[in-house]
């Protein structure tokens, strides 16, 4: 059973920059479908960035051009690079691993493993 743990979120100011984590126990392939997904107060949970297991990565138009989706086989880790953050940023993120392919991209009800999430707050 695969688990995935978030971290890296916190409380920035416009402009910073934050790197969230998530690790990845209990499988043993490198290559996975991994995607990054936010929800704030009051809106629906929406995708963010994802990678497949060729190493093709998508973002949203929200995000892109800011934020950068990574993966250290190594390490069992996919990062999500965080910069320029914006107020409209601010909201709990959420990992979320797919073990076979086709990716799923921003489908999230094709991932079958999700973390607990981590909170990122932008302030003005």
């Known amino acids: 059973q695969a688990q995935l743990s978030e971290s890296g979120g916190g409380s920035v100011e416009v402009g910073g920059s934050l790197r969230l984590s998530c690790a990845k126990s209990?499988?043993?392939?490198?290559?996975?479908?991994m995607g990054w997904f936010r929800q704030a107060p009051g809106k629906e949970r929406e995708a963010v960035a994802a990678?497949?297991?060729?190493?093709?990565?998508t973002y949203s138009d929200s995000v892109k051009g800011r934020f950068t989706i990574s993966r250290d086989n190594a390490k069992s880790t996919v990062y999500l690079l965080m910069n320029s953050l914006k107020p409209d940023d601010s909201a709990m993120y959420y990992c979320?691993?797919?073990?076979?392919?086709?990716?799923?991209?921003?489908?999230?009800?094709?991932?079958?493993?999700w973390g607990q999430g981590t909170q990122v707050t932008v302030s003005s």
């Open positions: 990678l497949d297991g060729d190493g093709r990565t």
């Open positions: 209990g499988y043993p392939y490198a290559s996975y479908c």
């Open positions: 979320a691993a797919r073990f076979y392919e086709p990716c799923g991209g921003f489908d999230q009800f094709s991932y079958d493993y």
